[in-house]
């Protein structure tokens, strides 16, 4: 059997179950990833030569476009299932998660990666700037469930919101590090920084965004509707739609996933209550576990690979550490004075899911500049999120059920 026909034959069967394990895995009472990755790791243990390498470093571009696909539509997925509308003081928790928990999360990651792991600043803010986001991919057990189920959940909502708004927000500490790798540092360099990457590419990427959704929604619900031209069924418009805001945005050179998070966001809340609302995050829902399933297995398959391989003591130590203790630390500060019932605050920072979104943003970098130490990066991150994957999907639901946060279906 030849590498492709044997690719597409994983595909096909990982994608089969999808339909079936994630019920499985909930009976379990655990997290579907789990299990994608144990299968991984057992594909990749019988068939080590026949199929590709699942090292990220032997096809960084391959990497790349595969964990930004499947984030933008995770982005838009997350989004279109947000009941609560936009304000400063409804979105206060994840703001707080937002302007507090991943700056404190990223100047102390910087700081361990430098000090205590050794790397040069460039490496270290990058390790900082993986890290600090928390997943919409590999997060759905602690996400809000469907749209228009009005559900009251704080923390799944946090969650929910956090992972959609963070994936573009940590962006510019991304181009920092590259910035810094591939140009020093000096005032020129920093101010260039600062106005482009932070403020210029946030705001277009934020105009952008709603410019797209307002009018996709405009298109969806007032012109399709007075003229009967939209079927219930046609919910390939989410991706439709993140697709084009994703495109223009990049051409503009703005964050694409801050566009595509609020294009969704804005599509969402043009007429909330509509039931084809469920039909758009249900096709999006449907290509991310898709996607999902063959990303996992290749993990699966990297952990066996020799992604590890480079991991040290410290290493660990600090992935674990970063985990389990600095990431719960610093939300919960984040947290303080903010009228969530303490228990749900404490699952609220229990649970920063890391995933795709940080392979993405390391594979991206390395692709714009070079870093030293990149396979120690590789295995720390690995390994980080082989924790998180581990450690969230064993306790998320019966820590959700246990503080009464039901998630509708």
Known sequence: MSQYILLMLIAGIASIGMAFIPALAKKLGLSYA?????????????????????????????????????????????????????????????????????????????????????????????????????????????????????????????????????????????????????????????????????????????????????????LVFSISEKYRLLKASDGFLAISLTFITYAITESFHAYGFIA?????????????????????????????????????????????????????LKMALVSIGFVIVLRPVVSFISLLGNSTPLKEKFAISFFGIRGMGSIYYLAFAFGEAKFKQQDALWAIVTFTILISVILHGLTAAPVMKRIGTKKNK
């Open 34 to 218: 789990i299990i994608y990755v144990a299968i991984g790791v057992l594909i990749y243990l019988i068939w080590p030569k026949v199929l590709p390498s699942p090292l990220p470093q032997h096809d960084n571009s391959l990497v790349v476009h595969l964990t930004e696909l499947i984030v933008i539509i995770s982005l838009m997925g997350t989004a279109i299932k947000i009941d609560r509308s936009f304000s400063f003081r409804k979105w206060s928790t994840p703001l707080r998660l937002i302007l507090i928990a991943m700056t404190l999360a990223i100047l102390i990651s910087s700081l361990l990666g430098f000090f205590v792991l050794g790397l040069n600043l460039s490496a270290a803010l990058l390790l900082a700037a993986v890290l600090a986001p928390t997943d919409p991919v590999l997060a759905a057990d602690v996400q809000v469930g469907p749209p228009n189920e009005h559900g009251k959940s704080e923390p799944r909502f946090a969650l929910t919101s956090e992972a959609g708004l963070n994936d573009g927000l940590a962006f510019p500490f991304t181009w920092l590090a590259i910035v810094i790798a591939s140009q020093g540092v000096s005032s020129s360099s920093l101010w260039h920084w600062t106005w482009f990457y932070l403020v210029y590419k946030i705001a277009a990427g934020l105009i952008i965004g709603w410019l797209c959704g307002k009018l996709v929604g405009y």
């Open 260 to 312: 595509v998070f609020v294009a969704g966001i804005t599509l969402r809340h043009y007429e909330k209550g509509h039931e084809y609302h469920k039909q758009l995050h249900s096709f999006t829902d449907q290509m991310e576990r898709m996607l999902l399933a063959v990303l996992l297995i290749f993990f699966g398959g990297s952990l066996v690979g020799g992604i590890l391989a480079p991991l040290n």
